[in-house]
């Protein structure tokens, strides 16, 4: 493949996935029908701790992140595991249909889950758009400006004095010279692509 960036082109926006009990940040949403109740596809991670509580619940909310969210959410729900911590602690919840939603988004998607596909690293979850509401009509948070500036949302800590390879998508460290070209990441699964190099001197 002669350069597999250009998928990150694919234009799409930032959203907090939850479930009763947990959650994380997700990109990749698609509406992939019409109508009053359309469907829309998810694509979770396996490893992810939110693709179990899914496939639990079999309903999940989609908060649509605003570009003015606070970096707390991003790195509550996209750099930590539910497995390690609580994620609802300090985060302002509102109810909706049963489901905990972000107040810090311009509004969200309940879907009750009505297929399932397993893509290899992925769950692609396909719901059936339920209820929804618009909190605030201001600027949504798309991956490409997310992935443009995310320093003004997180702060990827690494050693000083070493060189450092973040994972964009989880956050994990690794540490050394070079990122082999067939690296995957131990935790999220993530290919090079996503690794950004850090020296912290
Ligand atoms: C901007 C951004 C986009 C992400 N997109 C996805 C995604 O589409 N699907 C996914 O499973 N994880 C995605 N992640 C990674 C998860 O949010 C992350 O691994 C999270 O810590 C998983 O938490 P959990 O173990 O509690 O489920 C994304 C993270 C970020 C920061």
């Excluded at 596809?41 to 496939?55: D, G, H, I, R, W």
């Excluded at 996209?78 to 049963?98: A, Y």
């Excluded at 991956?143 to 060189?163: L, P």
Aim: charged residues 30%.
């Amino acid at each position: 493949m002669k350069n597999k960036k250009i998928t990150r082109k694919i234009s799409q926006g930032v959203y907090v996935l939850t479930t009763s009990s947990g959650g994380c940040v997700v990109d990749a949403v698609s509406q992939v029908s019409a109508g009053d109740n359309p469907y829309i596809s998810v694509a979770v991670m396996k490893s992810n701790y939110t693709c179990e509580l899914v496939k639990k619940n079999k309903k999940f909310a989609l908060s649509v992140l605003g570009r003015d969210v606070s970096g707390n959410i991003i790195d509550t729900f996209g750099l930590k595991s539910g497995r390690d911590i609580d994620k609802f602690q300090n985060v302002d919840l509102l109810r909706e249909d049963d489901l905990p939603v972000l107040k810090d988004s311009l509004g969200y998607m309940i879907c009750e889950v009505i297929d399932q596909i397993d893509t290899g690293s992925h769950i692609l979850y396909i719901g059936k758009l339920v209820e929804a509401d618009v909190f605030k009509d201001t600027e949504v948070l798309t991956y490409q400006y997310y992935q443009e500036h995310k320093d003004e949302y997180i702060r990827f800590e690494t050693m000083k004095g070493k060189i450092a390879w973040v994972c964009t998508m989880c956050g994990y460290v690794y540490y050394g010279e070079i990122l082999p070209d067939d690296f995957i990441c131990s935790r999220c699964g993530v290919g090079k692509e996503y690794f950004e190099k850090r020296e912290d001197a």
